[in-house]
């Protein structure tokens, strides 16, 4: 299984950017699908996740600027992330959980850079 994640970059405080994660591999039964991010210094943070039925939760400090997505014909979730603030600024990486019979495994992307300027 491969995680590409992309739509990172550079923008100024209250911009926008939209993330993706494309996951690829063959028999592909995704189950939950969501974001999480790295400050430097810190430690990685929950943003979003998305459930196999597309039911969005979110991290407090995101909530009402940042949206999740799934489409699952192309095993691709999305970031909208909008009203974007300083300490917005973070490595975003996405993270799926595969069904394997009973089993659920735990993959991660490469990570994209978000830097928001202020």
């Known amino acids: 299984v491969h995680l590409q994640a992309s739509g990172g970059g550079l923008v100024q405080a209250g911009g926008s950017l939209r993330l993706s994660c494309a996951a690829s591999?063959?028999?592909?039964?995704?189950?939950?699908m969501g974001w999480y991010r790295q400050a430097p210094g810190k430690q990685r943070e929950f943003v979003a996740r998305i459930t196999s039925d597309s039911v969005p939760n979110y991290a407090d400090s995101v909530k009402g600027r940042f949206t999740i997505s799934r489409d699952n014909a192309k095993n691709t979730v999305y970031l909208q992330v909008n009203s974007l603030k300083p300490e917005d600024t973070a490595v975003y990486y996405c993270?799926?959980?595969?069904?394997?019979?009973?089993?659920?495994?735990?993959?991660w992307g490469q990570g994209t850079q978000v830097t928001v300027s202020s």
């Open positions: 993270h799926v959980v595969i069904r394997v019979g009973q089993e659920r495994h735990n993959y």
């Open positions: 591999g063959s028999s592909l039964d995704l189950d939950d």
